[in-house]
């Protein structure tokens, strides 16, 4: 006899009986309209008790039953080779179990299993339900066993074989703590499912600082003292200096996290101090304004006696002698001073004595202030 077959035959009876006792009802319906009076009520108490049968005998049937789809309690599991069928029909055929079988406990079912095995007629049924049910469903968790590897960066190894707990549990039952010098690679709560290995890594922390320049500035201050357009250096500039103040964080001894925790200037700059020529005018005795590149404040003196400059230009009061390292020669000037105006000269000549910022007037001798000259404080304006 098919194992399974007893089911199937059995919902076909089941479903002739509710047929026939739905056709019993109709009869007994039909049967009440035609009769009136005392008849009519006897026949009504009839219908009323031949529903009340036909609701029994269906809840007798299907009361104690409930489908189950073994294909969804475990669509990949293998039924015991001790099921005399085929595990593609356990496993998408619906079959009705009895709840006591399906709820009984693995040493229970056991027992029915056995005391019912040899039972052909009733039992074959239950039996195959039961043996297909146990192995259909997975094993429990606690039957599972893992191996598992903690592993510390730069320490030991432990192997563990383990349930299936969590990696927080696992690390308590072996009363081992992760202190702030340590991370791990999975969370607390991390379910143990599987061989595993757990990786326990290495945390430092330092600081650091670092510096960085601040560049310094230039100032100018305009003169008339250097030609126009030039520069000339007063005072040198310095570089400031910041210090950046860092917060490290190594793991296995590699750096993963460089914050910034604050920032100081240590050293301010200073400045660079440059004299730039700029120029002017100067408004002569004349009233004849004249440009000017730079200005030089000298010492003067006079000579005269006439003859040639060493130029080669004829010694008048158009010229003066100077030192050529100061005020090239053949340039124009103006020269004035608190003592008098002496107009527009050409740095012809030069002297022995004339030196650095020293220049010497030519006057004729028969001009006023030539006898009274002696040191003046004198400004010779190079003109453009």
């Known amino acids: 006899m098919d194992q399974f077959g007893y089911g199937k035959r059995k919902r076909n009876t089941d479903r002739r009986a509710l047929a026939e006792l739905t056709e019993i009802s109709k009869s007994t319906s039909a049967y009440a309209e035609k009769h009136t ?9 009839l219908i009323i008790c031949a529903l009340a049968v036909t609701v029994g005998i269906a809840s007798a049937l299907y009361a104690p039953m409930r489908a189950r789809s073994y294909e969804k309690m475990a669509p990949d599991w293998t039924p015991s080779t001790s099921a005399d069928t085929e595990a593609e029909d356990v496993i998408t055929v619906m079959r009705q ?28 049924t239950i039996i195959g339900e039961y043996v297909a049910a146990k192995y259909l469903a997975p094993p429990q968790a606690e039957d599972r066993r893992y191996t598992v590897e903690l592993s510390f960066y730069g320490g030991d190894t432990i192997t563990i074989d383990t349930p299936p707990i969590t990696v927080g549990e696992l690390l308590d039952s072996l009363d081992i703590e992760i202190n702030e010098n340590q991370q791990l690679r999975l969370p607390l709560d991390s379910m143990i499912r599987d061989d595993m290995t757990i990786e326990v890594d290495s945390v430092t922390t330092s600081t650091s600082t670092e510096t960085k320049a601040i560049p310094y500035g230039i100032k100018y201050e305009d003169v008339i003292t ?64 004249r440009s000017f590149s730079y200005m030089i404040q000298v010492t003067a003196t006079t000579y005269t006696g006439g003859g040639y400059t060493y130029t080669g230009r004829p010694a008048t009061e158009a010229v003066i002698a100077v030192d050529p390292r100061v005020i090239p020669l053949n340039t124009k000037v103006y020269v004035k001073g608190n ?9 012809a000549d030069i002297g022995g004595g004339i030196k650095g910022n020293i220049i010497d007037v030519y006057l004729d001798e028969t001009n006023p202030k030539f006898a009274s000259f002696g040191l003046r404080r004198m400004y010779v304006y190079i003109l453009d």
């Open 226 to 289: 250097i030609p126009r357009g030039t520069t000339k250096l007063v005072s040198a500039g310095q570089n400031g200096e910041t210090t950046y103040y860092y917060a490290d964080e190594y793991v296995n001894g590699e750096l993963v996290s460089h914050t910034l925790t604050g920032e100081k200037v240590t050293k301010y700059p200073v400045d660079a101090v440059y004299k730039r020529g700029v120029g002017g005018t100067v408004t002569g005795a004349d009233g004849v304004t």
């Open 97 to 124: 179990v009895p709840d006591e079988i399906f709820n009984a406990s693995p040493e229970t079912t056991e027992i029915i299993a056995a005391a019912l095995e040899d039972d052909e007629d009733d039992g074959g």
């Open 37 to 45: 009076g005392i008849k009519k009520a006897a026949t009504y108490a």
């Open 339 to 347: 003592y008098g105006d002496f107009g527009v000269r050409v740095a």
